[in-house]
């Protein structure tokens, strides 16, 4: 929450918007001369940066700052004050002096990190306290004999507030501790508190129409839910009129249960993003809300905020979209696999609803067809894979594969684009999804990575051409994704932001998120702004807008927060399953030779990250080989191998 707030000062904080546990840190920074307060807003300064430190080896260390977007700053040693590595702290910047842009810590707030994990182990005899990320000692203040006290493994949450041991997670010889030690290393949790659980069963589990009599009642029309088949929170429902041209998209009507100030919204905030584990997920809004509620369940009436989007029928252009309340009722629950099934002439209605269900998603599956061609003239078509882990009960890995696009998920995906450019069309500073487009310095590294596997780039008239064609030698060589990861490691990372600044990888020149708002803050926000626009209430408007760059920074963050917790997980798991393999060989893909040599499982394991040790042959990027496992490291959660061949040795 620190550096959330250190975010808001650095662009402009409210009064009225600081809650009560930020408002000691505040006055503290205020009487300090690090904070000015002007017309009501909380503000640091332009001669102060506030952000995290990040030391280097000769003692010294980079600023690296927490909102702006700006060069870090260099940190001599001597001017560290016994700030340390990832303490977010406010820097003074020393103007004038010759070199790179340089600043003094004049203030140490805390750590970036909450909460670090310490491990229990013996080591020459003797107890430790280590931490898992780095391997060195915790740095608690733990007696020996209070050491003693817990078993060999056994891992400890640290407060890195007060230095002190906050919890028992539990030991490292059992899987299901990995859970345990990824939330906590991100300060996150599953329980919410019982004022928000009390708030959310307050709205019942139906909806009653009579009380919305100004919502527009679709409960006529045929709507369904396409979504994978073990979900439980489904945002969006479709129905498509043939004849019309007409796309309904209904999303769940978050905003009508969660409004500002309140406990929901406050633990929404904090939480920003629904989290998806293999097993389980972590949603952002009480169940009662995500599950239930707002969730657009078949056969019953539910709360929808609708984009009625009306497209010409031989340019499939926009020719008007509308946007209101209303109140809908979902026909049918599809999982992907039945409506791919029914692509295939392989699903059976039962009655005329589904038959008339089916026979509009025929149809509507030729329109998303073409909008995707469209799309692709300026857009891209990545061949990057989810990759799916599959469990068993106590959470030890079972089997991997890679989730494949199919016809149900294309359709859906541009149903829902469709929903997102139209929304941000309707303002001009709100939430806005953007991705600018690769550096020419990225573009130059990702050309000189191509080269080394024999793809050599001939830039084309545009970006857009340059990629296609490297796509096209891709594929000719049968290495489509793997190029496509390297090219999206070239893009920039999108983020959200409260200015349009495009979306490159799309090709749109406007687009956000609105089509998730159980599991996305950001979309939440979007319906807020909307039906402030819609009403014309400039006052919501104003609110909506108040803090909106820090927020569209925060929740950019915790979106990296979310999927840095779902891939760590992963690679705990993985792990796991490596140390029952040690000395098994494996045919696996060499994925990176810098900064580091490291090779990708290709076998009835897939996608498990392997750092190579020794190789008895030299290797180039994407050179399939055979590994063999040599040992593991649970904590840092890593596995080592040797690569013993290379595909070619087997001819």
């Not at 009064?15 to 006055?27: A, C, G, N």
């Not at 991997?400 to 684009?417: G, K, N, Q, R, V």
């Not at 020149?509 to 599991?519: E, L, M």
Request: hydrophobic share 40%; glycine share 4%.
């Amino acid at each position: 929450m620190l550096k959330q707030l250190l975010i808001r000062l650095s662009l402009g904080l409210h009064d009225i918007d600081v809650s009560r546990e930020e408002r000691s840190v505040v006055t503290q920074l205020l009487d300090d001369n690090i904070l000015v307060f002007e017309n009501g807003i909380y503000r640091i300064p332009s001669k102060f940066r506030a952000g995290t430190i990040a030391l280097v080896q000769n003692g010294s260390a980079y600023l690296q700052a927490v909102a702006l977007n700006t060069r870090d700053l260099f940190i001599a040693a001597d001017d560290l004050h016994e700030a340390q590595n990832g303490d977010l702290v406010i820097a003074k910047r020393i103007l004038g002096k010759r070199g790179a842009p340089s600043a003094k810590v004049v203030a140490i707030l805390g750590r970036e990190e909450s909460y670090s994990i310490a491990i229990v182990q013996t080591k020459e005899g003797e107890r430790r306290l280590s931490d898992i990320k780095t391997l060195h000692p915790a740095g608690v203040a733990v007696t020996a004999e209070t050491l003693q006290t817990y078993a060999e493994g056994t891992l400890l949450r640290i407060n890195n507030a007060t230095q002190r041991i906050d919890a028992v997670l539990g030991n490292i010889s059992d899987a299901t501790v990995d859970e345990s030690i990824v939330l906590a290393r991100y300060n996150k949790h599953d329980a919410f508190e019982s004022d928000v659980i009390s708030l959310a069963q307050s709205f019942g589990t139906k909806v009653d129409p009579s009380k919305y009599p100004n919502h527009r009642d679709l409960r006529h029309l045929l709507f369904c839910t396409i979504d994978p088949v073990t979900a439980k929170d489904f945002d969006d429902a479709i129905c498509w009129n043939e004849e019309a041209h007409i796309l309904h998209v209904a999303i769940a009507d978050v905003s009508s249960y969660v409004t500002p100030f309140g406990a929901i919204d406050a633990e929404a905030i904090y939480r920003s993003f629904s989290i998806y584990l293999p097993h389980r997920s972590i949603p952002m809004l009480p169940r009662q809300l995500s599950e239930t509620l707002c969730s657009l369940q078949p056969h019953v009436d539910r709360l929808a905020y609708v984009f009625e989007i009306h497209l010409d029928k031989k340019s499939l252009k926009v020719i008007k979209s509308e946007l209101y309340e209303a109140l809908i009722h979902s026909h049918r629950r599809f999982n992907y696999d039945e409506v791919d099934a029914l692509f295939e002439g392989a699903l059976q209605s039962t009655c005329k609803t589904e038959e008339a269900i089916f026979q509009s998603l025929r149809h509507l599956r030729n329109v998303t067809n073409r909008l995707k061609t469209i799309r692709m003239q300026r857009g891209f078509d990545f061949r990057s894979h989810d990759l799916v882990m599959q469990l068993d009960d106590q959470q030890h890995l079972v089997a991997t594969f890679y989730a494949e696009e199919t016809p149900s998920h294309a359709l859906i995906e541009d149903c829902m684009l469709l929903a997102n450019k139209a929304a941000a069309q309707r303002y001009d500073r709100g939430v806005f999804r953007i991705h600018e487009p690769p550096s020419q310095n990225k573009l130059q590294n990702l050309y000189q990575e191509l080269a080394g596997i024999g793809i050599f780039v001939e830039p084309k008239e545009s970006v857009h051409d340059t990629i296609l064609a490297i796509q096209d030698q891709a594929a000719l060589r049968g290495i489509e994704s793997e190029v496509d990861t390297l090219i999206i490691r070239a893009q920039m990372q999108a983020r959200y932001a409260s200015e349009n600044m495009g979306h490159f990888g799309l090709g749109f020149d406007r687009y956000t998120h609105f089509t998730s708002p159980i599991r996305r803050y950001s979309d939440l926000i979007v319906h807020r702004l909307l039906k402030a626009v819609s009403s014309n209430d400039k006052e919501e408007a104003a609110y909506v807008l108040r803090n909106i760059d820090a927020l569209c920074i925060a929740i950019s963050e915790k979106e990296r927060e979310a999927a840095a917790i779902e891939q760590e997980f992963k690679q705990r798991k993985f792990a796991r399953w490596a140390q029952e393999h040690i000395g098994e060989s494996f045919q696996a893909r060499i994925n990176a030779t810098e900064p580091e040599l490291t090779a990708e499982l290709h076998d009835t394991i897939v996608g498990a990250k392997l750092y190579i040790g020794t190789t008895p042959h030299p290797v180039m990027l994407f050179d399939d080989v055979t590994v063999t496992i040599e040992r593991v490291d649970l904590l840092t959660a890593k596995i080592y191998a040797a690569l013993t061949h290379k595909a070619a040795d087997h001819a």
